[in-house]
């Protein structure tokens, strides 16, 4: 009992130090998402370009591949459909990647100017740093996929959002915004320069959406013979997040593409926090031979 009392003031100072350091944090987190938003609201050209890309493929794309489902009837679907409605969820998942990608950029720039370093100094943990960078690019990726919903909408594809399946879809919707995200955060680790960040993305943005269920189902690459493309598909991890939008859509069960699209999540961001170590990713740059330069 007398120990008991002996530790009672030690606990009760230390309570509100940790409430204090929680809310710094929160502070922090709420500081980062702010500068986000308050950037890409002066950046006017960024969500019409972000809306232009997956409109344009709706209205000209899906008008030549109008009848593509003739065969079949596939789940989530329990009737033949239009191609714009087939792929209107893989172009929402285009919203999110091009977004995710865009925050990679974003990334390498304000580390060639120095404010990321700033920010990595500061008295946080570097993990809660990160992870308030992905929230605020997947705050950004949700409202531009909303706006193209909406647009969506207007030019007579509509998808079936507001109703029982709401919560699966914000769910399927966050969650893939978040992995893309994350993989974003990963590849700005091992980009040095703005000069070699088109180059890269070539090698990340179109495989992982062209070799996707984003454009044409598994089944018809399964029938068209394209065997390597329908293993490739089958493993990106960017089909799993289209998928689950698109069962989710439909309240229907997506199978494994959750535990996917988290998984995957989860491993990007670790790797990207280890990456940020200052002795093992950017951080180690200035130790380098012409390091401080790059």
Known sequence: MNDSQAT???AAEALPERRRG????????GAIVMRELLKFSRQYGRLVSALVRPLLWLAVFAAGFRNVFGVAI???YDTYIPYDVYIAPGLVGMVLLFNGMQSSLAMVYD?????????L???????????SKLLATAVLSLAQAAAFVAVAALLGTALPVFGPQTPQVLLAAVCSALM???????????????ENFAGTMNFVIFPMY??????????????????????????????????????????????????????????????????????????ALAKRPGGAAS
């Open 8 to 10: 009672t003031p030690a």
């Open 22 to 29: 929680a809310a710094h944090a929160l502070q922090a987190m």
């Open 74 to 76: 596939a789940p989530p």
């Open 111 to 119: 580390r060639e100017m120095g404010l990321m370093r700033l920010l």
């Open 121 to 131: 100094t500061a008295p946080l943990p570097r993990p809660w740093i990160l992870l």
């Open 180 to 194: 893309l995200g994350a993989l974003g955060l990963l590849l700005s680790v091992h980009i040095r320069q703005l």
């Open 210 to 283: 062209f070799m996707s269920t984003a454009l044409y189902p598994l089944w018809k690459l399964q029938e068209s013979g394209a065997e390597w493309v329908w293993q490739i598909a089958r493993f990106n991890p960017f089909t799993h997040a289209v998928e689950w939008m698109r069962f989710a859509l439909y309240g229907q069960d997506p199978g494994l593409s959750p535990w996917i699209v988290v998984g995957t999540l989860v491993v990007c961001f670790v790797l990207a926090s280890w990456g940020y170590d200052p002795q093992r990713g950017f951080g």
